[in-house]
């Protein structure tokens, strides 16, 4: 299970809760039937506020075989990203989101690299490669994960108390993505849910 984790988000994960207690752990499986091809990001909506320690390396989306590689990157408010060119050929970098940025068109491993100071989801593209699409969702809280192919998830170091959790996917209809799952977190507990998109 441990797999199922982001290696991002597992960075940012607070691994003491406020009390001074071991914190909790929660564990689950999206289920729905695009999940091996899709990933989900699993993120609890209403966790105390705290900051997080950010990376000290900044996470890479990069552009390989004209495909952006990771095509789904959580991170969270206040997080540099690095993007990357390793095709031999020209790319842009660009978002009409959120905060609206191009970084340009270049070619080569150097890359350009842009800091999220406002949550939401931006779409990735590149203006010479129409067919190229990914995305960035730029989170207020740092206990997120990734499902793995198994559509199974692990959010590590959280604080106890009740929280629900939400979920974003490029496939998610609009009464998805406005779905929340009520979960309880037990001190040093592991607490387990399901989330079915099938029903």
């Known amino acids: 299970m441990k797999k199922a984790i982001s290696a991002i988000g597992a960075v940012f994960l607070l691994l003491v809760s406020s009390h001074g207690g071991e914190a909790g752990r929660i564990t689950g499986t999206v289920r729905g039937k695009w999940v091996e091809k899709y990933q989900v990001v699993v993120f609890v909506q209403n966790a105390p506020s705290r900051k997080a320690e950010l990376l000290a390396e900044r996470p890479v989306m990069n552009q390989k075989d004209k495909t952006f590689v990771p095509q789904l990157l959580p991170v969270v408010v206040g997080t540099s990203v690095e993007f990357k060119n390793s095709d031999p050929f020209k790319h842009n970098m660009f978002s009409p989101d959120g905060e609206r940025y191009n970084l340009g068109t270049w070619v080569g491993e150097k890359g350009r690299s842009y800091t999220f100071t406002r949550p939401g989801v931006y779409r990735q593209l590149c203006n ?13 809280t740092p206990y997120f994960a990734l499902t793995d192919k198994e559509g199974n998830f692990e959010i590590a170091g ?42």
């Open 128 to 140: 010479i490669h129409p067919e190229m699409l990914a995305y960035i969702v730029v989170l207020e």
């Open 158 to 199: 959280v604080p106890s108390g009740k929280y629900l959790l939400r979920i974003w996917g490029e496939k998610l209809t609009k009464e998805q993505l406005a779905r929340t799952f009520n979960v309880v977190v037990e001190e040093g507990a592991p607490v387990s849910i399901e989330i079915d998109l099938l029903r």
